[in-house]
Every structure is written in structure tokens, then in C-alpha cells.
């Protein structure tokens, strides 16, 4: 992953860059990188925007033909996906870094980063896989309104860190990943996304329709649905169907 990388200054989302490209040219090698400076309509998950500053955060999206995943277990590879940013992240910034179900990347209770994973489906099957990464990294402040639901690794260490080389660092830990994906070894991979889920095992507050209700998360499923044991039992939450408050 990463071998082949096209660096863009700028371009509309890197995610429909890397589409474009799947959909016009020869087959592109597994684990091509797409990575851009500036990306003036970035594509967050549910049809939301991305925004992060030109020049100062990743941005990109890798393609993966993960041709051995039925389409019912894809969340495995977002659950791959994400333990081996946290990973990466662990290396420069420490401890403290968590995924927050189901895939973004939290550092207390501020969001840095997300993935989006778009599939391009041909019979029932996954053709390619484009998965699309947003971290905020060397950003150091945000706009009004954000400023205590977004954060960066500058505001974890004070420093800048080269882009490039966390670039490196996160496609060697997912093809790490990928790999433990591919030959079998989901139940670590599983395991390892446990550990590093935010309120994983403990009592927290959250929102459904509305109603404000406490939980604690148990566990995620194949297909990333959260359970939540609760004052009424243990409940099932598929995305969206649920909301985490802070206190
Ligand atoms: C989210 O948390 O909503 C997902 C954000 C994903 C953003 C990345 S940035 C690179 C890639 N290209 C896009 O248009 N989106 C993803």
C-alpha cells in the first residue's frame, strides 16, 4: 500500500478522483495512494462536507480489491482500516487516541479525523474498494463552532509532523492489516478494534430519537451494528440510530 502515489495540489475529492480513475483507465495496482494538498469539495460520510485546511492535513484514498470480502462483512475492512490508523497515531502522538464508533478518529471528546469507504459493486460482489482518509495533523485552530467538536495531532504535541512520512507510516499499517484480514485473523483485528473503541464497557449518555438514555457499549458486530446493554436489555443500533452526548 502506498507504492504507487499520486501526489495532486489540488483536486474536488480524492475519493472521486481514485472513482474516476477505477471506472477510465487500465487497472490500477492494489494499494494505489492518492493523496491531495487542497480538496475543494471533500466528501464526508451521510452526504456531509469535509473541510480541512489546504496544505496542512491529509487528506487521500487507497484502492483495495478486496475480492475474498462478501459485501455483508465489509465493515470488517473499516474495522482493519481503523485500528491501523490508531496504530500510526499511537506512534507519534501516544495514548489516548480512540476510535469512535463506527470509524472515526476521536481524541478525547474532539473528532480528528474519518474515513469514508465507497465500493464500486459488480455482481453481488466488491470490484474496488476506495477508502478515503481525512486526519486533521498540522491544523491548528478551527472555525467558530467547531472549535470544541474538531482537534489535531498539533494540538496533541505542539509541533508540526511531516505529512508525508505519517502518510508512509499509515498505508504500512494497513496493508498490515489488510493482510491479517485476508488470511483469517479477523478476531485479533476485532479484538484490537475493542481496545481502542471510545466508551468501550463503560456507562455513558446518549441520545435515540430524542430521548436521552445511558448505555454501555459491548460490542460491534461483522456488520458494525453497536450493542449497548441498557436499563431495558441489550440493544442493537445500526448507524445513525444512535448519538453520543458529552456531559
Ligand atoms: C467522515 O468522518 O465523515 C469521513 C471523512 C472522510 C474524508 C476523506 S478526505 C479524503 C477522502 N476524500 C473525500 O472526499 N473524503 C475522504
Redesign the pocket.
Known sequence: VGQNLIKLSAV??????LKRMVSNSEPLPEGTVIM?EN?Y??????E?N?H?EPGKN????LLLYPAFLPLTLQFRLNMAVSVAIQHALKAIAGEGLTIKWP??IYFGSR?L????IENIVSAGRIKACII????NVNQQAFEPGLENRAGSIYQILHQDVNLISLLIQICSQIEASYLKLKAGNYNTLREEYLNFLYRFNVKAAYRQNGERIEGKIIDVSDAGILSMETETGVMSYNFKEIEFVND
Open positions: 474536488d475529492s480524492t475519493n472521486n478522483f491531495a480538496q469539495a471533500g466528501r464526508g460520510q451521510v456531509s469535509w480541512a491529509l487528506t487521500f484514498s470509524n472515526d473528532k479525523g474519518g474515513i469514508l478515503g482518509i481525512g486526519i
